[in-house]
C-alpha cells in the first residue's frame, strides 16, 4: 500500500513476507487448508445445483522468498462471492498463479453432490449424496483438471456365495474415481458408471420390495474388490474424455475386522 492509498493516520507495515531467504529451499507447495465457500455445480437435471466445498489452495515458493501472502488466497475466494462453478475453476487456478507470482498452483475444492434417485420397484424418491472434488493443477501455462468421485455401493462376496448353504455375506463398499479430464463429463456420469458395476447401488429409502429387489440384485451380482475395480477401469478405458485415471474399490468387510482394498492405476 502506497502514500496515495494509504488511509490518513497510518504508516506502512513491513511485508515480511516479501523479504529474501537464504537457506536455498524452495517450497513445492504452501497456501491454506480447509477452508469453506458456498458454490455452485453443474447438475445434469436441475442445470445447478448449489452447495458448500472445502478448499485448500497451494502454490510453489522459489526457494530466495521467505514466504507467500496467505491473505490473498482467502481474497482471490472470496473475490468470487458465490459464483464459484466448474468453468471458473481453472480462471481461478490461474488468477491465483500470477496473483502470487508462483510457476505452479493446486486447488482442491471437495463438496457433498446429491442425487434425486427413485427406488428400483416403488419408485419412491429421496436424496443420495456422494462426495465429489475437482482438482486443477497449473504448472508453467499448462492447466490439468481431474474430477474425483467417492460413490457409495453394495459388494457381495462370490466366495462366500459359492460356499455356503445359505444366502452370502455382503458389505457396504466405496469405489473411488480420480479422472484427468479431456473434456466435459458429468458427475452423474462417473456414477452411474460405478453403480452399474457394483453388486446393487445404494437408495436413500426402500420400502420391503426394493429392499427385496437390491437384496437379490446383489445376490445374483457377486464383486470381489478386484472385480469392481477391473470392471470400472475396462469402462473408462473406453471413453475418451478421460486422459487418466485411478480407481479404487474398499470394502467394509461385515465379518472382518479390517477392509479389503483395489487400486487401478492408468497414467
Same mark, same amino acid.
Given at each position: 500500500?502506497?502514500?496515495?492509498? %494509504?488511509?490518513?493516520?497510518? +504508516?506502512? &507495515?513491513?511485508? *515480511?513476507?516479501?523479504?529474501? #531467504?537464504?537457506?536455498?529451499?524452495?517450497?513445492?507447495?504452501?497456501?491454506?487448508?480447509?477452508?469453506?465457500?458456498?458454490?455452485?455445480?453443474?447438475?445434469?437435471?436441475?442445470?445447478?445445483?448449489?452447495?458448500?466445498?472445502? !478448499?485448500?489452495?497451494? *502454490?510453489?515458493?522459489?526457494?530466495?522468498?521467505?514466504?507467500?501472502?496467505?491473505?490473498? !488466497?482467502?481474497?482471490?475466494?472470496?473475490?468470487?462471492?458465490?459464483?464459484? =462453478?466448474?468453468?471458473?475453476?481453472?480462471?481461478?487456478?490461474?488468477?491465483?498463479?500470477?496473483?502470487?507470482?508462483?510457476?505452479? =498452483?493446486?486447488?482442491?475444492?471437495? $463438496?457433498? !453432490? $446429491?442425487?434425486?434417485?427413485?427406488?428400483?420397484?416403488?419408485?419412491?424418491?429421496?436424496?443420495?449424496?456422494?462426495?465429489?472434488?475437482?482438482?486443477?493443477?497449473? %504448472?508453467?501455462? #499448462?492447466?490439468?483438471?481431474?474430477?474425483?468421485? *467417492?460413490?457409495?455401493?453394495?459388494?457381495?462376496? @462370490?466366495?462366500?456365495?459359492?460356499?455356503?448353504?445359505?444366502?452370502?455375506?455382503?458389505? %457396504?463398499?466405496?469405489?473411488?474415481?480420480?479422472?484427468?479430464?479431456?473434456?466435459?463429463?458429468?458427475?452423474?456420469?462417473?456414477?452411474?458408471?460405478?453403480?452399474?458395476?457394483?453388486?446393487?447401488?445404494?437408495?436413500?429409502?426402500?420400502?420391503? @420390495?426394493?429392499?427385496?429387489?437390491?437384496?437379490?440384485?446383489?445376490?445374483?451380482? @457377486?464383486? $470381489?474388490?478386484?472385480?469392481? *475395480?477391473?470392471? &470400472?477401469?475396462?469402462?473408462?478405458?473406453?471413453?475418451?474424455?478421460?486422459?487418466?485415471?485411478?480407481?479404487?474399490?474398499?470394502? !467394509?468387510? +461385515?465379518?472382518?475386522?479390517? +477392509?479389503?482394498?483395489?487400486?487401478?492405476?492408468?497414467?
Amino acid at each position: 500500500m502506497d502514500a496515495k492509498t %494509504r488511509p490518513p493516520g497510518t +504508516s506502512a &507495515v513491513e511485508d *515480511v513476507q516479501g523479504h529474501a #531467504d537464504t537457506r536455498q529451499l524452495p517450497i513445492n507447495r504452501v497456501g491454506i487448508k480447509d477452508i469453506t465457500h458456498p458454490v455452485r455445480v453443474k447438475d445434469r437435471t436441475a442445470g445447478e445445483q448449489h452447495t458448500i466445498a472445502t !478448499f485448500n489452495m497451494y *502454490v510453489n515458493l522459489p526457494h530466495h522468498f521467505k514466504g507467500t501472502h496467505m491473505s490473498r !488466497f482467502v481474497e482471490i475466494l472470496h473475490s468470487h462471492e458465490r459464483e464459484i =462453478g466448474v468453468e471458473s475453476f481453472r480462471a481461478m487456478l490461474e488468477e491465483m498463479t500470477t496473483r502470487l507470482e508462483a510457476d505452479a =498452483g493446486h486447488i482442491e475444492m471437495t $463438496f457433498p !453432490f $446429491f442425487v434425486m434417485k427413485k427406488a428400483p420397484v416403488t419408485e419412491v424418491e429421496s436424496l443420495m449424496n456422494y462426495q465429489a472434488t475437482l482438482i486443477g493443477e497449473r %504448472r508453467g501455462a #499448462d492447466t490439468e483438471m481431474w474430477l474425483k468421485v *467417492v460413490v457409495p455401493v453394495t459388494s457381495l462376496c @462370490p466366495s462366500s456365495k459359492l460356499i455356503s448353504d445359505y444366502g452370502a455375506h455382503n458389505q %457396504r463398499s466405496h469405489v473411488t474415481i480420480t479422472a484427468k479430464l479431456r473434456s466435459h463429463i458429468w458427475i452423474e456420469e462417473l456414477i452411474d458408471l460405478v453403480e452399474a458395476e457394483a453388486s446393487s447401488e445404494l437408495y436413500g429409502i426402500l420400502k420391503r @420390495p426394493d429392499e427385496k429387489y437390491v437384496t437379490e440384485r446383489a445376490y445374483d451380482h @457377486p464383486k $470381489f474388490v478386484e472385480d469392481m *475395480v477391473r470392471d &470400472v477401469a475396462a469402462r473408462l478405458n473406453a471413453d475418451e474424455r478421460i486422459a487418466a485415471y485411478t480407481v479404487e474399490a474398499e470394502n !467394509f468387510e +461385515s465379518i472382518h475386522n479390517h +477392509s479389503a482394498y483395489a487400486r487401478i492405476e492408468k497414467t
